[in-house]
């Protein structure tokens, strides 16, 4: 065996090479449609055995490549939504949301910055101040206040006990931040909501409109077998005009709900935040599951989940916190100062004539109240005495919006539920009917007034089946909403 020969079965005894043809996922772009990629590798190895495993790491390094599920890995279309991907895309851009956020941002902000109420704060002062004359006293004459004068002073303060304000605003701004977090929540689901609603419509849109080319293509077919009978003599002309009237009226209900699909697209894109001519296409979810929550139980999961509800407790507990915050004047406060002076009479601040101590501190503990301020603060507690009132009753009011809303979206689901199970089994009937009257008239043994009637049954059964899954999976959505329940599909 040749030296050639002997590198040759070296290296395939150590590593086989097959040739391979490579797919990912089982799919190819369009630039990989109507070709394979086989690999066919042959190596000279020399004798050596450090080259050999240079060649192996080669093939490896090759294998790693052609293995990457990014070659020839067909994308998907950016049109194509589902769900779950419009409610992201909606939540990544909605103006609503991200404003929100900034809320929570700017109640965390607060937040922080009442935290400096109960840290000491640290002041300077520099001042000078130029008199007329030199002050002069006494015998001989003995300088009191010179002519100009610098003093720099530093204060250190430090708030001991104010009425308890300090503490009951932080608590106060601590709600608040909790507030604008649920506000948040409260947008986001507000937002999923609408893009949920927005998608079914959509779906529904385009069912509608395959039901109207249906119902074009059907009465087409018609009004071209009654020309035909027309024309020998075996119907009269106004069997024909009135296939051809039907055929006219559905290709302008074909026009509105073509339309009718237009918008729904635009308002689909302009709730998630693209441009309002984009194509879209939603991935069709519109189907049925039987709906097995009770009502108790939904009510339950709203009393407990419902956003709004945890809002109006908060309100409440701000409320009591207000009333306190205002009790605060009945209460004296107490401050602790620390002082530092340095003087002179040149901006240098190294003393001078009339001025026997350059540098100077005390320690100023002040207590203060207001005693007498004709009822301010007896008035003050009253008026949030009252909106305390105010909030407990306003959180009354939403939790028996929250049942009303419940049983609206319940009651939705369970009717649209009956209509379906109601129109299903009319559809498949339609159908039949139909497929007999046709038979019927082209064997002259039924008018063309029972075959137009057969399809107007069928298009209207079809429409109220597509209308009640629309119905049912909009009033799903509701109802998750209305109990605050967070799902994205």
């Known amino acids: 065996m040749s030296k050639e020969n002997r590198g040759r079965h070296s290296l395939n005894s150590c590593f086989h090479i097959p040739t391979f043809e490579k797919s990912v996922n089982g799919e190819l772009d369009e630039q990989c449609n109507n070709k394979h990629m086989q690999l066919q590798l042959q190596f000279h190895c020399p004798s050596t055995k450090y080259s050999c495993f240079v060649k192996i790491l080669f093939v490896v390094f090759v294998f790693t490549l052609v293995g990457r599920p990014w070659v020839c890995l067909a994308q998907r279309p950016s049109n194509v939504f589902t769900i779950r991907s419009s409610i992201a895309y909606a939540l990544r851009h909605s103006t609503q949301v991200l404003a929100s956020k900034q809320e ?20 300077a002062n520099y001042m000078y101040k130029r008199l007329d004359e030199e002050r002069v006293s006494g015998t001989p004459p003995t300088v009191i206040s010179p002519e100009n004068f610098y003093q720099f002073s530093a204060t250190l303060h430090q708030p001991i006990f104010s009425g308890f304000s300090s503490l009951t605003q932080y608590k106060i701004s601590s709600l608040g931040h909790d507030v604008a977090r649920l506000l948040e929540r409260q947008s986001r689901q507000g937002l999923i909501l609408g893009v949920k609603k927005a998608c079914f419509e959509l779906l529904q849109t385009e069912k509608l409109e395959k039901v109207a080319h249906q119902a074009v293509t059907q009465l087409k077919a018609h009004a071209k077998v009654a020309k035909n009978f027309y024309e020998v003599g075996m119907i009269p002309r106004n069997d024909l005009l009135k296939a051809e009237v039907e055929l006219a009226n559905a290709r302008q209900d074909l026009v509105v709900a073509e339309n009718n699909v237009q918008l729904a697209m635009s308002r689909f894109n302009t709730l998630v935040k693209r441009p309002i001519d984009a194509p879209v296409s939603v991935e069709d979810v519109m189907a049925y599951e039987p709906f097995t929550r009770a009502y108790e139980e939904c009510v339950e999961i709203a009393m407990r989940q419902r956003v709004e ?3 109006a407790d908060l309100e409440v507990e701000m409320a009591e916190k207000e009333v306190r ?28 004539a009339g ?4 540098e100077e501190w005390d320690v100023v503990a002040t207590a203060s109240w207001d005693l007498w301020e004709w009822g ?8 949030k005495l009252s909106r305390l009132a105010q909030a407990r009753l306003n959180r009354t009011e939403i939790a028996d919006n929250i049942r009303q809303q419940i049983k609206d979206a319940f009651l939705g689901v369970k009717e649209a539920e009956n209509n379906i199970l109601a129109v299903r089994k009319a559809v498949e009937q339609a159908k039949e009917n139909f497929r007999m009257s046709e038979e019927r008239y082209k ?9 137009l009637d057969a399809q107007t049954l069928l298009t209207k059964t079809q429409t109220n089946h597509f209308n009640a899954l629309s119905a049912f999976n909009i009033s799903k959505a509701e109802l998750d909403w209305a109990m605050g329940v967070e799902v994205a599909e």
């Open 104 to 123: 929570v941002v700017a109640a965390r902000a607060n937040k922080k910055k009442l935290i400096s109420e109960f840290l000491p704060k640290l002041s």
């Open 325 to 352: 915050l205002t009790r605060k004047d009945y209460y004296p406060s107490i401050d602790l100062r620390a002082n530092y002076y340095k003087k002179g009479d040149s901006p240098k601040l190294e003393g001078g």
């Open 443 to 451: 064997e002259q043994v039924a008018t063309s007034t029972e075959v």
């Open 355 to 358: 001025i026997p101590d350059s």
């Open 309 to 311: 509800m945890r809002i």
């Open 376 to 383: 301010k603060t007896h008035y003050g507690v009253k008026e």
